[in-house]
């Protein structure tokens, strides 16, 4: 009989700090642009009127990576979590069941990775001070790897005021209305992409924004005119063209594949990034397998190096 190894939400994140998360992502990136690992489209399941589920596989470094996840916006207002899910990890030589992970831990940890990657890559050399509008889980984890990143200090934004205080107060950040947090260097947007929070007008010299909320069709944090307006990058661009940030730009005919880099390309050398300090530049994160990857191949080091406790399964 096979018995697996689990780490539950508290595991995972007792598991993967957030600087090592960083720089694994970042890692990721750069191998699945090599052709080193690779990832097959994301597969939606929808539940409607509820969220949809989302199945996402990777392979890369002798693991394979299956990842069942949801989204259920509405969770929230009757106590449970948006997002939730298993990510299992096997063996690609052997196809042996390794470990499996509580999705929600290992989701906000790449999330927040890419937010710090993408800072570094696509931000001005000299930016600094962050803006967090969606103050909520990972907008937490956005502000949280930027801080461990040396980015800093930051305004939190959210309609619900206690999220933001809560946040401002773990990093010794301080409150603020959207309009403040825009005016910040690094610019993480996180909220569900129900309706548009940075337009055309917000848009100044040097800013660097970084889309994470909009990670299905139909969802949009930025109107099509702002996004049209930026000098654009995104994860994957068959994912993000159709379900992302720029997918409203491009069904409406104003950015075609030309117009986008891929972060992993910038991170490997092989296409630029900014092209100057007052560019404005935007990254489309619409989530890849390849960071949660990244995540749980630290993870499965921390269980075998004794360095993170697992509750067992026997299948």
């Not at 994470?212 to 654009?232: I, M, Q, R, T, Y």
């Not at 950015?255 to 991170?267: D, N």
Request: aromatic share 4%.
């Amino acid at each position: 009989m096979t018995e697996i190894a689990v780490l539950d939400h508290d595991a995972v994140l007792a598991a993967v700090g957030a600087g090592e998360a960083i720089e694994a992502v970042r890692g990721a990136f750069v191998r699945h642009h090599r052709g080193e690992w690779v990832m097959p489209p994301k597969v939606y399941l929808d539940s409607p009127p509820h969220g949809d589920f989302r199945a996402m596989p990777a392979r890369g470094d002798g693991l394979a990576l299956l990842k069942w996840v949801t989204s259920f916006p509405g969770n929230p207002g009757a106590g449970l979590p948006a997002v939730t899910g298993v990510v299992l990890l096997s063996d690609a030589v052997d196809g042996e069941p390794l470990l499996a992970l509580d999705a929600r831990s290992v989701t906000a940890l790449r999330t927040g990775a890419v937010a710090a990657v993408a800072a570094r890559a696509l931000g001005r050399d000299d930016a600094r001070t962050v803006g967090i509008v969606g103050s909520g889980r990972h907008g937490a984890w956005a502000a949280r790897c930027l801080a461990a990143a040396g980015y800093g200090p930051g305004v939190c934004a959210d309609p619900r005021a206690e999220v933001a205080e809560k946040l401002a107060r773990e990093l010794g950040w301080e409150v603020g209305e959207r309009r403040v947090a825009l005016g910040c260097d690094v610019v993480c947007c996180v909220t569900p992409g129900a309706e548009v929070v940075v337009d055309a007008g917000d848009l100044r010299p040097g800013l660097h924004l970084n889309m994470l909320g909009a990670d299905g069709p139909g969802k949009a944090e930025a109107s099509v005119g702002a996004v049209a307006s930026c000098v654009l990058f995104c994860d994957e661009w068959e994912q993000a063209a159709h379900g992302g940030e720029l997918t409203g730009a491009v069904q409406a005919g104003l950015i075609e594949r030309a117009r986008v880099t891929e972060l992993g390309a910038v991170l490997a050398g092989d296409a630029p990034g900014r092209p100057g300090p007052d560019a404005v530049t935007l990254f489309d994160s619409t989530g890849l397998a390849i960071q949660d990857l990244a995540v749980a191949r630290l993870a499965l080091a921390a269980w075998r190096d004794g360095r993170a406790r697992a509750q067992t399964v026997r299948l």
